[in-house]
């Protein structure tokens, strides 16, 4: 099982990586309409943030076909600490009380659901 956390550690990694790229390219466009939206593929953050998206894809894929969806699904909520963290050293974004009180409830309820 240790080397199945390991992977979807890097998989959550993987889509928080994506999530900043999005966020830092979003912050360069605007998104008024359709077009705007098409062409927001074309600026190179959004553009590697799909590409990593893909790579994890291909990842949860191995995953999935190895485990029980049931055991390594709730694994993903590590995303939520990643993201948390990602936020703060590469965005700048705040960490409140409140957000580390819901990450620390979203890991217990993990591992009660682990055990």
Request: aromatic share 14%; hydrophobic share 55%.
């Amino acid at each position: 099982m240790i080397n199945t956390v390991i992977l979807v550690i890097i998989n959550c990694c993987l889509l928080v990586s994506g999530q900043i790229l999005w966020k830092l390219g979003l912050k360069q466009i605007q998104l008024n309409s359709l077009k705007d939206y098409l062409l927001s593929v074309f600026n190179l953050n959004i553009f590697l943030g799909l590409v990593i998206y893909v790579i994890a894809t291909f990842l949860w894929f191995f995953i999935l076909n190895k485990h029980e969806l049931s055991r390594v699904y709730p694994l993903q909520s590590i995303s939520y600490i990643i993201a948390m963290l990602a936020g703060y050293f590469f965005l700048n974004e705040h960490i409140t009380t409140n957000s580390i009180i819901g990450t620390l409830v979203i890991c217990l309820g993990v591992f009660i659901i682990l055990r």
